[in-house]
C-alpha cells in the first residue's frame, strides 16, 4: 500500500526533473456521479465536481477553461431535465431542453445530457441534450466542436461551443465509440466498434469521407504529436493497428495479447501504452522497434492516460476504486490513490 507522503516525494522528484509543472487529472467517476480533481504532483484529490448524473466521457475546451463531461443516463425528452444553472437565462434553458417530437408515432427518441464546466470551479456553465447515452467525448483543436459517441444510436453528435447547440448528428456505423480530430481540426476519426473499421468525417459539411478498415472491435484511439500516424486499439483481438493518415493504410500491427481497453502514447512519443484489460497487464509498444514489453497491473486496467511533459501516465480499474499511477518508461507503480469508484475517460489540464 502506498502512503500519501511517498506518492507525494517520488512524483514531485519526477515533475521537478523534467522543470514541468504539475498539472491537475480530472477522473469522470460515473457511479458516483462526480469528477474527482487530482494534483498530479502530491497525488491528493484536492477537489470534486459534484451533480454529474453517469459521467462517462469527458474532454477539455481547447484553451484549458472548460471541461465537457457526457451522461451515461438516458431519460424521456422533456422529462428529468438538469436544474438551470444560475448563469443560464430561462429562456435559453428551455430552449436548449425542449422536447424532441415524436417520429411517426413511435415513442420519442431518449436523450442525455453534456455539462459544459468551468475547469477550475465545477460551476455548470451550460447543459446541452443529445440523443442517446453518450459513451466519450472530444474536442477540436482550434476550440469550435465538441463531438459526443451515441453507441446505442449508432451516431455522433456534434456541438458547437460557441452557441452551445447541437448543429450536426452523422451516422458513422455500428457502435461508435472514441473519437479524434486532425491537428487542423478540418477531420473527426470515429472508431466503430460493430463494423470494424474507423470513419473519417470531414468537419466542413460533417460528411464521411471514407471508411479506414482496422481489426476486431476497433475502440480507444490517439494520434501521433506530428500528425501523421494514427493508433487504435482493437479490443477483442487483442491488437494496435498503426495507421498513416495520409494514406489512411494500416501499416503496421502490435499483438498484444487478451482483451485492451485504455491506449495513449507517451510524452516523447516513443512508444504506446497499453491496458490489456483481461490480461491485467499494461503493455508498452517501442514505435521504433516494434518491441512489447508487459508489466503486472491487476485487476483490469482500464482507462489510461499519459501527463505530458513527464514520465507519469494514471490507469483506471473496472473492477476496483482505484487509480494506479505508473512511469511511462519501465512501468513501474509510481503510487496508487483511492477514488470513490471506476474511473473513465480522464483529462489532464493544459
Do not use: C
Request: charged residues 15%.
Amino acid at each position: 500500500m502506498f502512503n500519501t507522503l511517498k506518492i507525494s516525494t517520488v512524483l514531485a522528484t519526477l515533475l521537478a526533473s523534467t522543470g514541468y509543472a504539475a498539472p491537475f487529472v480530472y477522473i469522470p467517476v460515473g457511479n458516483a456521479g462526480k469528477i474527482e480533481v487530482v494534483d498530479a504532483q502530491t497525488g491528493e484529490i484536492v477537489k470534486e465536481y459534484t451533480g454529474l448524473s453517469a459521467v462517462h466521457g469527458l474532454a477539455s475546451s481547447a484553451d484549458g477553461k472548460y471541461l465537457i463531461a457526457g451522461s451515461f443516463d438516458e431519460r424521456e425528452p422533456g422529462t428529468m431535465a438538469p436544474a438551470k444553472p444560475d448563469s443560464v437565462s430561462a429562456e435559453d434553458h428551455a430552449i436548449h431542453h425542449a422536447a424532441s417530437p415524436e417520429k411517426d408515432g413511435d415513442a420519442p427518441e431518449m436523450v442525455s445530457t453534456v455539462s459544459i464546466l468551468d475547469a477550475e470551479t465545477g460551476e455548470i456553465i451550460r447543459v446541452v441534450d443529445v440523443p442517446g447515452a453518450v459513451h466519450h467525448v472530444t474536442t477540436s483543436p482550434d476550440g469550435r466542436f465538441a463531438v459526443v459517441s451515441q453507441p446505442a444510436y449508432d451516431k455522433v453528435s456534434v456541438i458547437d461551443l460557441q452557441s452551445y447547440e447541437v448543429v450536426a448528428t452523422v451516422e458513422t456505423g455500428s457502435l461508435p465509440n472514441y473519437m479524434t480530430f486532425s491537428a487542423d481540426s478540418n477531420t473527426l476519426y470515429v472508431s466503430n466498434a460493430g463494423d470494424d473499421n474507423i470513419a473519417v468525417i470531414s468537419t466542413t459539411h460533417w460528411m464521411i469521407q471514407s471508411r479506414i478498415n482496422t481489426g476486431t472491435t476497433p475502440e480507444h484511439m490517439v494520434i501521433s504529436a506530428d500528425g501523421n500516424m494514427l493508433y487504435v486499439n482493437n479490443n477483442d483481438d487483442g491488437t494496435v493497428s498503426s495507421i498513416a493518415l495520409a494514406t489512411g493504410v494500416v501499416v503496421d500491427t502490435f499483438t498484444i495479447g487478451e482483451r485492451l481497453h485504455g491506449l495513449d502514447i507517451t510524452s516523447d512519443g516513443s512508444a504506446l501504452l497499453v491496458a490489456e484489460r483481461d490480461g491485467d497487464n499494461i503493455a508498452r509498444v517501442d514505435l521504433a522497434s516494434g518491441l512489447v514489453t508487459k508489466q503486472a497491473m491487476g485487476p483490469s486496467p482500464y482507462h489510461m492516460t499519459t501527463i505530458a511533459g513527464t514520465d507519469l501516465a494514471y490507469v483506471s480499474s473496472s473492477d476496483e476504486p482505484v487509480m494506479r499511477i505508473i512511469n511511462q518508461s519501465d512501468l513501474s507503480l509510481v503510487g496508487q490513490i483511492s477514488i470513490s469508484d471506476v474511473g473513465h475517460q480522464m483529462v489532464v489540464s493544459k
